[in-house]
């Protein structure tokens, strides 16, 4: 098993689902470091070249720990 797979963190079943779907099995280096603190809910600062997964490795914490029942402002995504 490749161990940069989507399938070794603990991604909620239907985020693992729809990046398979996808077509998306393996992280970028980027989205290997930086999902596990994402995940933990770590606050994390991370720089990247353009297409080396950023915005996955954001967007995939983003979703896994929304509740989607509670309908407040729930997370703060800053960019330039």
Known sequence: MNTHAFSTLSLKPDLLH??????????TPIQAQSLPPILAGKDVIAQ???GSGKTAAFSLGLLHNLEVKRFRVQSLVLCP
């Open 48 to 50: 990247g070249k353009t």
């Open 18 to 27: 729809n990046l398979a779907a996808l077509g998306y099995e393996a992280m």
